[in-house]
């Protein structure tokens, strides 16, 4: 995090010294940038991108689904996010993310800093119970972890149409694509990756896989069981299905 921050003051003097720049138009229109919603931003052209865009009734009944390794990297390498982990369907593509906060902008004025990362100074994971344990099954928790958005509502529209964008470039076929910063939302698509890098079949996960987008995107009734307990060491689905 911190050499990310470095790159991005040392891009924000190199511009600066560019004859006839101007530095505040360059960087609203850079992806350090999602919030300005200035006109001209080639980040606002455009139809929109993400979403449920075709108005299909049926738009999460996907027939299968497989990690995408290059589509991860591609969106991980943005500015502001920390990580993501991209899956694709017979039709849409779902991107799960993770913010860092190394450009501005990335939430709406409903989003929130769910994380507490105050233990890292003490030396503890958990700053509520001082315990220096975390669970590895977690790509993000409530501690010492990247940031999370509960709802992708408020997620910057400038964000989601970067991704998206990047997503159908590499991928004109795609018919939707979908973005959230949910917590719950990143640890379950963390487990199904790990499936998928195990060399492991993720047919066996369909069901759980359109049970989790069908919730997070489409007002689901179904909410899918989580995937731990904080506090406490219960068997979790993952560990019961093996």
């Not at 101007?22 to 052209?45: C, T």
């Not at 449920?52 to 049926?58: D, K």
Request: glycine share 8%; net charge negative.
């Amino acid at each position: 995090m911190i050499k990310r921050m470095a790159i991005l003051l040392l891009s924000a003097a190199a511009i600066s010294f560019v004859p006839g720049c101007n530095y505040e138009q360059l960087v609203q229109q850079s992806d350090y940038d999602y919030g300005s919603r200035k006109s001209g931003d080639p980040k606002m052209i455009g139809p929109k991108a993400y979403g449920n865009v075709t108005g299909s009734s049926y738009h999460h009944d996907n027939a299968f689904f497989e990690y995408s390794s290059t589509l991860s990297n591609k969106v991980s390498s943005l500015n502001g996010i920390a990580s993501a982990i991209v899956m694709l369907t017979d039709k849409n593509a779902y991107a799960a993310i993770l913010l860092d906060w190394t450009a501005v902008g990335t939430t709406g004025s409903g989003g929130t800093e769910e994380q507490d990362n105050t233990g890292s100074n003490a030396g503890v994971f958990n700053a509520d119970t001082g315990s220096p344990y975390a669970d590895g099954r977690l790509l993000a928790s409530p501690y010492n972890s990247y940031y999370t958005v509960n709802d992708h509502n408020n997620l910057s529209h400038e964000l989601k149409q970067t991704i998206a964008s990047l997503i159908r470039e590499y991928l004109p076929s795609v018919q939707e694509v979908h973005i959230s910063a949910n917590m719950e939302f990143n640890n379950y698509f963390a487990q199904f990756a790990k499936e998928a890098w195990g060399g492991r079949s993720l047919t066996p996960w369909i069901d759980k896989f359109n049970e989790v987008v069908q919730y997070q995107f489409d007002g689901g009734t179904v909410m899918p069981k989580r995937i731990t307990v904080p506090g406490q060491n219960t068997p979790t689905e993952w560990q019961t299905r093996r």
